[in-house]
């Protein structure tokens, strides 16, 4: 019984591998490599010159560049620490420099965003954000008079935007940018870009939680899976069939501390200058453009439920699934 049984398993393995060269079927293509503090991984299941994925590495790499609040040598890192050398205001309280197209794009995004989601969103919540230390085994809360303060210096309707000298301007000299709820969707897209121009037709690029989901896998949509929040990496709760589409998720789980029974999370109210503490612990938003995806994510989750449901209900070609602080499991707009 049991060899017949194992028997059985040989010849289904030996027909699927005949199937898959029959249908002829590439090996999977995987790069990988750590960029904006996290693994990015891109993966073709067509014939994609391997040259043409590791490029995509050389831009993430380019990105980082640009949009890191961390690196010294990144352009906003300057923008953030007001570099004079990069200045050209005449008014010593505002700060106003030519920037890169690709961060011109961004912020034009971000303050979009930031206003349609009545700044659930918000890219000026640099100062708040720098409270919070994830990263450190000390776990310190910080006082609500820093919180007030740093608060008091994150209003978006700070940073202008001149797309005649195509320069960004600051009106709040202690005001800064922080990209990290929307950068990584940005580059997935330009990273989809890249691959569609160079041939690709069947590839997945992932940043951490942004996932772009090229053309089908062989054929077939791809299953993406909603990590079970606070479970094992892999482990699931549903997922989503999709093809040609990003799928990007926000989850409280993924960096967070905790003091007396109470976690701080990553994903900050704007209203408040706290970890949100919404009946939401994880949003995934499905919708064509990554830099949205992201967006929403991370504003969804922020709006909580009801007002999160109704948000996403209102727009075209995008759909959502939410986990609520039970682990229940809401699809919209699918
Ligand atoms: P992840 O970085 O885990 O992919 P998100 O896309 O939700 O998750 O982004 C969270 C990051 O966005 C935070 O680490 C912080 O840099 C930034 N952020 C936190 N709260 C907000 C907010 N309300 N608006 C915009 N960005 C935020
Ligand atoms: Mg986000």
Redesign the pocket.
Known sequence: MKTTGMLKIAILIFSMTVLLSMSGCNEPTTVSGLYFD?LITITAYDNTNPQVLESCLNMCAEYELIFS?TNPASELYRINSRDDSINISKDSTVFTAVISNDLYELLDCSLQLSQETDN????A?GQV?DLWDYKSTSCIVPDSTSVMKALAHSNPDSIILNPDTHTLTITDPLLTI?????A?GYVADRLKEMLIQNGTIEAVIRL???IYCIGDKYGQSYKVGIQKPFSTRGETLSSVNVSDTSV?T??IY??YFEVNNTIYH?????HTGYP?QSDLISVTIICDESVVA??L???V??MGKEKGIDYIDSLDNVSAVLVDSSQNVINVGF
């Not at 922080?178 to 929307?182: E, P, V």
């Not at 990553?266 to 704007?270: A, E, G, N, R, V």
């Open positions: 996290t609040k659930a969103f918000n890219p919540l954000i922080d990209l990290g709820g929307i990584k951490a939680g942004n990007v926000s989850g993924e960096r990553h994903i900050i109210d704007s949100s992201d967006a994510s991370t504003a989750l922020i």
